[in-house]
């Protein structure tokens, strides 16, 4: 542990450093700034979205992947880090590459499936994990590949009549019907014709004569079906087709999103979620980003009234809030809304808590309902050293301090102690942050906090 917070002490800084100057404190894309993420997957569930994605290594100079992670929200604006409930050792069959996945529930269980390549053939295989959490921990289903010819990106889909549908492929699109535990099929193997009708015309490539890349994210919306997928490599764009059928025929529609960002891949997620559509894709917005260090972000959209869907447009800043968070009950440290300098681990208490931390380093908190006024503030902290404190700020990283609580060396990193202050000023709905002062080197851990109002 020294020895890396002893690494991470230049690149954290650097790193906080680069996004306070590139990345203002209003802008919440990409949603996550502490690791690179990619292949965005968001699942609706219980009043929460839960996003999977993968996670690309730093300095990576290929698609580098050795985990996948996990975040989710309830307002679309703040993001709280479950960690990694899955990676590659997870699959005991599993050599490498853990690629793009999307997770699904079906009857209190929640099933993920990844494309992985095989230490028996070297050749990409689609697994599943299962879990009685939608945060983990999964384990393999079944110890082997669920289906496997040689393609990747899996999709996956429940029909209103009970029908699960996994479709993935690279070059070619394929798909099974899932049996309802989810880790079987019937009828096979079965390929969707790939016609430039209903996937779009590519030129140039005789090889690939439609739009279709890989990537596709299918679902259905008010009874017609749609795909919407990466297409013409590279730099990829996304596209979408729609039908009236789980399995085809398939007419493609357009564009979703444009060739953009510093990423020649892209990969949706779309979801309905309190009342308004969302958009998830990735690039490479954060410092060092490219196209194997990826982002994910967020744009929320509307369809238009005939069911199709308009172009988007990246942007830095985002979705605005579709819930307000409620400052007096416990919120995990690792909910953000955008983090300067920080990282995330897993703490001795359970779940993650953010690390890391140098003098300047903050958090920003979206969006916070104080009401008539907070009073004190109580916060969960580890340290091996005095003399460093949480300022608790409003209106921005340099605005207004609210108040202050000190840290005391509680003798180790992962030893825990809850210290209290007071605060005033804050009142009303208003983002919140945390501000870490000290001298220097890592100043403190911070599992949760909380505030408390007059009675």
Known sequence: MATKRRFWTTVATAVGLVLTVIAPARADNPIVQHIYTADPAPLVHNGRVYLYTGHDEDNSTWFTMKEWRVWSSADMVNWTDHGSPMSLATFSWAKQ????GQAIERNGKFYWYVPVVTKASGRPAIGVGVSDSPTGPFRDAIGRPLVENGEIDPTVMIDDDGQAYLYWGNPNLSYVRLNTDMISYSGGINRIPLTTAGFGTRTGDPNRPTLYEEGPWVYKRNGLYYNVFAAKCCSEFIGYSTSPGPTGPWTYRGTVMPTQGSSFTNHPGVIDFKGSSYFFYHNGALPGGG???????????????????PTINMSTAGPPAADTLNPYVRQEAETIGWGSGIETEPSSEGGMNVGFINNGDYIKVKNVAFGAGATTFTTRVASTTAGSSVEVRSD???GPVAGRCSVPN???WQSWTSVTCPVNGLTGTRDLYLRFSG???????ANWWQFGRAS
């Open 97 to 100: 590459d853990a690629w793009a």
């Open 291 to 309: 196209g194997f260090t990826r982002s994910v972000a967020v744009e929320k959209f509307s369809y238009n009234a005939d069911g199709t869907i």
């Open 396 to 398: 921005g990283p340099n």
């Open 410 to 412: 509680t003798g180790g």
């Open 439 to 445: 001298g220097n080197g890592y100043l403190l851990n």
